[in-house]
T-cell receptor, first 115, second 112 residues
Framework: GESVGLHLPTLSVQEGDNSIINCAYS??????FIWYKQESGKGPQFIID?????DKRQGQRVTVLLNKTVKHLSLQIAATQPGDSAVYFC??????????????FGKGTKLSVIP | DAGITQSPRHKVTETGTPVTLRCHQT?????MYWYRQDPGHGLRLIHY???????DKGEVSDGYSVSRSKTEDFLLTLESATSSQTSVYFC???????????FGPGTRLTVL
């Protein structure tokens, strides 16, 4: 899940296992969600997105699930590989008025893949 | 990095000096953003632009100004750098504001 402290939540998984990374958002008016991957020393990389009219979306080896009732989304990575080691964070988009949208980012979860 | 470059990639400066960071895109996207990333915080929006000469403030805009004179360039200026502005700065672009944003490689700024 998302952390409010200085230390990121960590998830360690064995290579080949599936990973599940969770994210809670606070604004029930959020209607668009994105997952990013950030490797050390690099910029965030877009993984997958989902709009609020869907509850599941699949990409290559990744699936995002959205539960609007409890304001929760998750990222599932199938057959986790060493290259998946990174910090993963979610972002939620909310209409902020005057035609503008605000993207709010979570603090991230560090995924470590054990070879 | 989706055709986004940032310069410089690293900079060390002293308190009170002006600093300008540049973001350049080759995608011709309308929206451009400046974020800062600090331990214990998610990415926080400083300023964004929705077109040439059209900019607006974000969550943490105090001490920063921006300019966009061309579609491809978005400049972030710290008029008088402070130690609290030591951070990693990311530029991002998007086609529409309610779409995914693509990020540049970042600029690590240290203010001594």
């Amino acid at each position: 899940g998302e952390s409010v402290g200085l230390h990121l939540p960590t998830l360690s998984v064995q290579e080949g296992d599936n990973s599940i990374i969770n994210c809670a958002y606070s604004n029930s008016a959020s209607d668009y969600f994105i997952w990013y991957k950030q490797e050390s020393g690099k910029g965030p990389q877009f993984i997958i997105d989902i709009r609020s009219n869907m509850d599941k979306r699949q990409g290559q080896r990744v699936t995002v699930l959205l539960n609007k009732t409890v304001k929760h989304l998750s990222l599932q990575i199938a057959a986790t590989q060493p290259g998946d080691s990174a910090v993963y964070f979610c972002a939620s988009s909310t209409y902020s008025g005057a035609g503008s949208y605000q993207l709010t980012f979570g603090k991230g979860t560090k995924l470590s893949v054990i070879p | 990095d989706a055709g986004i470059t940032q310069s410089p990639r690293h900079k060390v400066t002293e308190t009170g000096t002006p600093v300008t960071l540049r973001c350049h895109q080759t995608e011709n996207h309308r929206y451009m953003y400046w974020y800062r990333q600090d331990p214990g915080h998610g990415l926080r929006l400083i300023h964004y632009s929705y077109g040439v000469k059209d900019t607006d403030k974000g969550e943490v805009s105090d001490g920063y100004s921006v300019s966009r004179s061309k579609t491809e360039d978005f400049l972030l200026t710290l008029e008088s750098a402070t130690s609290s502005q030591t951070s990693v700065y990311f530029c991002a672009i998007s086609v529409l504001q309610h779409n995914e944003q693509f990020f540049g490689p970042g600029t690590r700024l240290t203010v001594l």
